[in-house]
């Protein structure tokens, strides 16, 4: 078939501040849980910043800004995703004043993308919660986190409101669930997490997303607030209706965020789950009043679906965060993950057939492993495989359009090669451009187009014709 984007469709790509910032004490900026994290969710945090986390450096965005744009550029971005470094503008998050250079840094970005016609898409909150929020708060399980996050907006509304449209308020919040301290800043070991204080954290950030929301209105008119959902489509193992069932209870605990999002109130099988887990949620009227601040579009990232079975002899899918069983019919990635590309079309129905707001695909892509080789004496990486990837998952959104689904657009994520958040390694590489640093943190941090990088660029050419 032949796939026809709409016009002025955001083709782009994704990053977070702390997976390619790097810079990680310089311009004032104090420390982030990341900071911490050298493992990723692989392991415990560290007391302090240790020198094997590749997060510190990253692939030194903050110093290299206007080179890689420039490239985002070549390719044709129309928009580009990327995070504000929280503990950057404030390095404690409950400070009175905001951080000077920090605001000055996000100024140079914008200027970079504007000279080059590209629209920021920036995300508020990405996996990078001050530390001293998770230290001396537990992070979100404090209702005062909603004050200080609220307050941090506001800045970034009222220093950025004019230049940037598309704002995300968390990365892929219904992922606190799986990974309290990246998601949630909660330093309390999963295993000892209540779920009284983790659904608490929920509401918190769910409220902070709402008022936020409000607060754009105000402060930035103009501005489109987005959630940023993890989305995991969840088939039923077998025909059999407990399969079934428990597949549909698996996609309503993701689902709840949207929901929420979406419609200003929690949903009747969110709160049989608090019920039946003996959870008292603390609710304000005043909180109730804040959620009926609801998003002008709905944000997700897309990588993969799993599969759901009421036998508990089934296993869990490996590397997975968000738990399920594997799906026999389909392959996966050198990291575990299963390709999917349907499971996007399904997924675009899905959001937009219930929630009815613009939708947009702000994470999709593959992470493998690549191998930087000279040809014709320019040093590249042949990608067929995430070229591939990337064009059959695109036809599925091309159909999804045909369907009558509202998209804004499609930003892959990682598009420079930079750290990954699960696993903490730079071998896991998902860019169209290669970037010289490995696991050991060697490397000239030099940057490379790799085969996908012309193929990118010729689908924003013919926006999305030669697919
Ligand atoms: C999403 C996150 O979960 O997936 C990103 O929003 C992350 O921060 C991306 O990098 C890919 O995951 P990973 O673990 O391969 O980096």
């Known amino acids: 078939m032949t796939t026809t984007f709409p016009e002025g469709f955001l083709w782009g790509g994704a990053t977070a501040a702390n ?14 849980i990341q900071d911490i994290m050298p493992k990723g969710i692989m392991a415990p945090p560290s007391e302090e910043p240790t ?5 510190l450096t990253g692939i030194d965005f903050y110093n290299r800004y206007a080179e890689d744009i420039a490239l985002f550029a070549e390719m044709g971005f129309k928009t580009f995703r990327f995070s504000i470094a929280w503990s950057r503008i404030f390095p404690n998050g409950d400070d009175a004043t905001p951080n000077e250079e920090g605001l000055a840094f996000y100024d140079r970005v914008l200027d970079e993308l504007e000279k080059h016609g590209i629209e920021p898409l920036v995300t508020i909150s990405h996996y990078e919660t001050p530390l001293h929020l998770a230290r001396e708060y537990d992070g979100w399980t404090d ?22 449209k598309y704002w995300l308020t968390f990365n892929e919040i219904n992922a606190i669930i799986h990974a309290p301290l990246m998601a949630g ?4 070991p999963k295993e000892e997490l209540s779920k ?13 997303s709402a008022r936020v929301t409000r607060l754009a209105r105000e402060v930035a008119p103009g501005a489109q607030i987005g959630c940023m959902i993890l989305a995991m489509p969840t088939y039923p193992l077998t025909p059999n209706p407990e399969d079934v069932l428990k597949a549909l209870q698996a996609e309503q605990a993701n689902y709840a965020f949207g929901d929420v999002h979406c419609r200003g109130y929690y949903p009747g099988y969110f709160l049989r789950t608090l019920r039946e887990a003996g959870v008292e949620l603390e609710i304000t009227d005043q909180d109730r009043e804040d959620l009926k601040n609801t998003v002008d579009f709905v944000s997700f990232s897309y990588y993969s679906s799993v599969c759901e079975s009421a036998d508990p002899s089934q296993e869990a899918g490996e590397s997975n965060i968000m738990g399920g069983t594997k799906n026999p019919t389909l392959k996966a990635s050198e990291w575990g993950w299963q390709i999917d590309p349907v499971g996007l079309r399904i997924v675009l129905n899905d959001y ?15 992470g493998a492993k690549d191998e930087l080789l000279e040809v014709d004496g320019v040093k590249t990486v042949q990608d067929d495989y995430r070229i591939d990837y990337l064009n059959q998952h695109l036809t599925q959104v091309g159909e999804a359009l045909a369907d009558g689904v509202d998209l804004l657009g499609y930003t892959t994520w990682g598009c420079i090669d930079l750290v990954s958040a699960s696993t903490a390694q730079l071998s896991k590489r998902y860019g169209f451009i290669y ?11 030099e940057r490379y187009r790799k085969k996908s990088f012309d193929w990118y660029k010729e689908v924003i050419a013919t926006n999305g014709g030669s697919l």
């Not at 997976?19 to 982030?32: I, R």
């Not at 020198?51 to 997060?55: A, G, I, V």
């Not at 209702?143 to 940037?164: K, M, N, S």
């Open 143 to 164: 209702r005062r986190l909603i004050d200080f996050y609220e307050h941090y907006a506001r800045v970034l509304f009222e220093r950025y409101g004019q230049r940037v």
């Open 352 to 366: 937009w057939d219930r929630w009815q707001k613009p939708l947009f695909i702000v994470e999709n892509g593959l």
């Open 196 to 208: 009284q204080d983790l659904y608490q954290a929920i509401h918190h950030e769910l409220v902070a």
């Open 51 to 55: 020198e094997d986390n590749l997060k």
């Open 185 to 188: 800043g909660i330093l309390t």
């Open 435 to 445: 970037v010289d640093r490995n696991d050991y943190g060697q490397g000239s941090l």
């Open 19 to 32: 997976q390619f910032e790097g810079a990680y004490d310089q311009g004032g900026k104090g420390l982030s």
